[in-house]
């Protein structure tokens, strides 16, 4: 919407003096008041934008009382069901007392050679029929059909990782959210895979709505059995809390999980905590509000893992990587997957790209699987830069190099030479970490491109990865993350060289 209102992307600098929203419409874009709009739930506030602008198809994205309580793991809603969770941008939003950006464009996407962007888009869409004709599940279940894979591959986070297998996570899957739940499909903007939905809601004695979200695999894990919770009404009912009240369900639930195990282990006490422990369903929907709105000690946790662990004494048990709790796949069920957590500029992000390798890292070297995660960290890079989904590999064979070359050849009307990608993919890669050394200038890359004790020295207890931690010894991460380190261009302390940077033509 925002590319055909003429717009590649919205820059905002400063702070208004009171809550506003911004209302693009093509070339008019205004500030307008959104005092009334402050303290509203996501949905009310996206609706009652569309109303005042007398746009129904307006696109809009806002923040909900998370976001306005500058809670860090905070984050905007969209399109009323979708959510960009990671990194606190909800509180960002929030300090700048900016509640919303509705878009509507009228106009045509028109770059590059239209005649080859159509060949690529047809192709694309062949292999997306031939892929859903075949009957791939994720056309039918969505993310959510990756709970039984997970936790087969010992990856399934459960009870704050303490293990990698959950007992009840058939009755947390995408089946038993089909059998038990109609569902609506609701893809994203012309999406021809279309894994997103929405669940007919007149099944909720909790919520008034006509549809509410579908709940994501990320959050059927993070808000299942990482706290202990088989109860798949109680998991819809928090996904739709976080969704209205915008807060990042995978953070959430890591807060929740890091609080109820430290309750059940004697580490955290008081009548405040009485009743904290997995599983428990009430418990679980308070905690979310607190966290919203800070009361209690949801104002601890608002403040993220990392921070909330330091306050209270409890950092190992702690799951994040530079502050951003995991996302949920173990990386002690796959090799070489807690190096892509590790060097990952935003932190423990599944979208980093993984080595491309389904061996468990006991009795293995993650050195051998440093060239493919370098190859994948960079494929991602792309994709995201060509602002292709990562679910794109639902698609027949999967969204391959040849398809990004294609792709972006055909947007810049030339043939653009695998070299040059890899070159703007590294440039990328770079480019972060140089932005994490400014932010973090009194420590070196090394000190914080690190796991958490829970990773590295406890093994997990069962499953396929039975015994395996997330890598094999101590030895093989520091060896496997200098070849990391020597292959892109860094120094032994993870800093890029003086060489490197010049090569690339950053300043």
């Known amino acids: 919407e925002l590319r055909m209102a003429g717009y590649d992307l919205v820059i905002v600098e400063g702070k208004a003096e009171k809550p506003v929203y911004i209302s693009i419409k093509d070339d008019k874009v205004e500030i307008k008041d959104a005092t009334h709009l402050w303290g509203k739930l996501a949905h009310p506030t996206e609706d009652k934008i569309r109303e005042d602008e007398e746009e129904p198809r307006m696109r809009v994205i806002c923040i909900g009382p998370a976001g306005e309580h500058l809670v860090n793991i905070s984050c905007p809603t969209a399109a009323l069901h979708h959510n960009p969770g990671r990194g606190g941008l909800g509180a960002v939003c929030g300090s700048k007392n900016l509640k919303a950006i509705g878009v509507r464009g009228s106009g045509k996407t028109t770059i590059g050679n239209l005649d080859k962007i159509e060949e690529v888009r047809k192709n694309i869409l062949d292999r997306t029929k031939e892929a859903k004709d075949a009957g791939a599940g994720m056309f039918k279940y969505g993310t959510s059909n ?137 418990k679980i929907l308070e905690m979310i509000e607190m966290i919203a709105y800070r009361k209690g000690f949801g104002d601890i946790l ?51 790209g993984w080595p491309a390798t389904s061996e468990v890292p006991k009795d293995k070297s993650a050195v051998d699987v440093v060239d493919s995660l370098i190859e994948q960290q960079d494929y991602k890079s792309l994709t995201d830069c060509l602002i292709i989904c990562s679910f794109s590999y ?39 970490r140089l932005f994490n050394i400014n932010q973090f200038d009194n420590y070196k890359p090394i000190e914080y491109d690190v796991l958490p004790p829970r990773f590295m020295n406890e093994p997990l207890p069962s499953g396929r990865a039975e015994g395996s931690k997330a890598f094999d010894t101590e030895e093989d991460f520091k060896k496997s993350l200098q070849l990391v380190y020597k292959k892109r261009g860094l120094d032994e302390h993870g800093i890029p060289t003086k060489k490197e940077i010049e090569n690339l033509g950053i300043e």
């Open 302 to 352: 608002a403040e993220g893992v990392a921070q909330a662990a330091e306050k209270w004494g409890i950092e190992h048990l702690a799951i994040h990587v530079k502050g951003l709790p995991f996302a949920a796949w173990d990386p002690r069920g796959r090799l070489g997957l807690g190096l892509s957590y590790a060097t990952a500029a935003v932190g423990a992000s599944h979208l980093r």
């Open 394 to 432: 639902a698609i027949k064979g999967g969204f391959s190099f040849d398809d990004r070359k294609k792709m972006l050849s055909a947007m810049w009307d030339r043939d653009v030479p695998k070299e040059e990608m890899m070159e703007i993919a590294q440039r990328i890669w770079i480019t972060k």
């Open 146 to 282: 990756a709970v039984g894979f997970s936790n087969e591959m010992s990856q399934y986070p459960t009870r704050n990782w303490q293990s990698g297998e959950f007992e009840d996570h058939e009755k947390l899957s995408g089946v038993d959210l089909d059998e038990k739940y109609t569902a609506i499909r609701k893809p994203c903007y012309n999406c021809p895979i279309g894994c997103s939905s929405t669940l007919d809601a007149s099944a909720f004695p909790w919520t008034d709505e006509k549809e509410i979200a579908r709940p994501e695999y990320e959050t059927m894990a993070m808000l299942g059995g990482n706290i202990g919770l088989s109860d798949i009404e109680t998991l819809i009912h928090a996904n739709y809390l976080c969704n209205q009240l915008g807060l990042d369900t995978i953070s959430t639930g890591s807060a929740i999980a890091m609080t109820m195990e430290a309750v059940e282990k004697g580490l955290l006490s008081g009548p405040e905590f009485e009743g904290i422990k997995f599983g428990n369903k009430e």
